[in-house]
């Protein structure tokens, strides 16, 4: 994509010195693709934001200026492994599938103990044949929530088609979901976790001094990984 999502969050939190805008497409490449690609990019910087070219989800996590960070959440809205058929022929979802359990794997890696992975997905057929929870957990991921997927809340945000002549178009969405993953261990620990008043009382001050304060975030945008 154009980096239009990386710029509503920043623009939502009115800075984005906390979030790492990426690419998998050159800045070269991006400003030939997309109309909007280079203002973007540039608007992101004046707010802080890092912004990195050619990061492939399925190897991120070697990355060198990845490598070293943990981030709060990690977000990947739309993955698609490119235009190799109709999307219901079982190679491409294969295709497909190979590409989100790559991303899994290699978000884990950089996620902070208590982090989220979020990825956004159409919804019905053929796409609920990736069977994302599935390959979620194949990589120590736990569920742990869904919610509908509203593109009027990123207000500027054009998810685009990003290969070929139409690159630059962008999709209808239709009925899409982001889904919301954490480490299994965080899941086992809190089915043991104890109820007490005074356990609760640390509980809720520490999530409240967490929602006070923006965490990290790691978003990536660009060609068939537009997340």
């Known amino acids: 994509g154009d980096f239009s999502f990386s710029l509503a969050l920043a623009a939502a939190f009115g800075t984005g010195r906390n979030i790492v805008a990426t690419s998998l497409d050159s800045y070269e490449a991006l400003s030939r693709k997309y109309s909007k690609a280079q ?8 707010r802080r934001t890092t912004v990195l070219h050619g990061v492939d989800a399925e190897t991120m996590k070697g990355h ?3 490598k070293m960070r943990l981030f709060d959440r990690i977000v990947f809205n739309f993955p698609h492994a490119g235009f190799h058929g ?5 190679h491409v979802v294969r295709l497909h599938r190979e ?6 794997g290699n978000a884990r890696e950089l996620l ?3 982090g989220e992975i979020h990825i956004s997905h159409k919804t019905g057929y053929p796409y609920d044949g990736w069977s994302i929870e599935q390959l979620a957990s194949e990589s120590s991921l736990a569920m742990i929530d869904i919610v509908s997927f509203q593109k009027q809340d990123y207000p500027g ?3 685009k088609r ?7 178009n962008t999709f209808p969405l239709g009925d899409c979901n982001t889904y919301k993953f954490v480490a299994k261990h965080n899941v086992a620990q809190e089915e043991h976790a104890c109820y007490c008043d005074m356990c609760q009382d640390k509980y809720v001050s520490r999530y409240f001094d967490y929602a006070s304060s923006l965490g990290t975030f790691g978003v990536g945008n660009g060609g068939h ?3």
């Open 64 to 66: 060198t200026n990845l």
């Open 39 to 46: 203002s973007n990019v540039m608007e992101l910087k004046k």
């Open 157 to 159: 945000y054009r998810p």
């Open 99 to 104: 590409l989100v359990k790559g991303f899994f």
């Open 112 to 114: 902070q103990p208590d």
């Open 162 to 168: 990003g290969n070929g002549s139409k690159s630059n």
């Open 86 to 90: 109709k999307e219901c022929e079982m």
């Open 225 to 227: 990984l537009a997340y």
